[in-house]
Nanobody, 119 residues
């Protein structure tokens, strides 16, 4: 059984910073792409940032220059550093990973962590 466990959400004022982490555990053969999604009330879930196994990153335009995604392959962990936060960044953030278990690869999701940006 594979699990993704997130941590690091919370309440922050506009302009502040938060750091999220997501650790994968279980019967993992390898991890391919990892990413962070978010879903605000009444909106669809959107991809915020993704990182491939070789470290290639991509971001949604609204967070470029403010958010940084990284990963530690030895720890099976992906991080999201969020700076210059805006109220519109408020959402539940979910991590996601494409994990190979035995000879098959599956997409796994974390439980979600709330990020609220408000004064």
């Amino acid at each position: 059984q594979v699990q993704l466990v997130e941590s690091g959400g919370g309440l922050v004022q506009p302009g502040g910073s938060l750091s999220l982490s997501c650790a994968a555990s279980g019967s993992i053969f390898s991890i391919n792409a990892m990413g962070w999604y978010r879903q605000a009330p009444g909106k669809e879930r959107e991809l915020v940032a993704a990182i491939s196994s070789d470290g290639t990153t991509n971001y949604v335009d609204s967070v470029k220059g403010r958010f940084t995604i990284s990963r530690d392959n030895a720890k099976n962990t992906v991080y999201l550093q969020m700076n210059s936060l805006k109220p519109e960044d408020t959402a539940v953030y979910y991590c996601n990973a494409d994990i190979r278990v035995s000879k098959y690869e599956y997409k796994y999701w974390g439980q979600g962590t709330q990020v609220t940006v408000s004064s």
